[in-house]
Nanobody, 120 residues
Framework: QVQLAESGGGLVQPGGSLRLSCAAS????????MGWYRQAPGKQRESVALIASGGETNYADSVKGRFTISRDNAKNTVYLQMNSLKPEDTAVYYC??????????????WGQGTQVTVSS
């Protein structure tokens, strides 16, 4: 079992920055890919940024050049640095992790979500 604890959301003005963190805890063999997703009111949840265990990254076109995903494998933590925030970035942001249990069962886990609001 895996628990994902998210933090770092809040209210920020356009052009501002926020740093989200997501720490995985519990019993698992390995955390593979990790990512950040977001869901704005009235919209489907979408992928924002993904990072593989080896550090390879992918970003949604809407956030390229503004957001940076990173991870600390020793701490089982993934981060999302968000710069030059825009009102359209307003959403609930969710951390996701692809994990193998100690019995080698493969599952995806989700954080509880953290609200990011960009407004002047």
């Amino acid at each position: 079992q895996v628990q994902l604890a998210e933090s770092g959301g809040g209210l920020v003005q356009p052009g501002g920055s926020l740093r989200l963190s997501c720490a995985a805890s519990g019993s698992f063999f390995r955390i593979n890919d990790m990512g950040w997703y977001r869901q704005a009111p009235g919209k489907q949840r979408e992928s924002v940024a993904l990072i593989a265990s080896g550090g390879e990254t992918n970003y949604a076109d809407s956030v390229k050049g503004r957001f940076t995903i990173s991870r600390d494998n020793a701490k089982n933590t993934v981060y999302l640095q968000m710069n030059s925030l825009k009102p359209e970035d307003t959403a609930v942001y969710y951390c996701n992790a692809d994990a193998l249990s100690r019995s080698l069962s493969h599952s995806y886990y989700w954080g509880q979500g953290t609200q990011v609001t960009v407004s002047s």
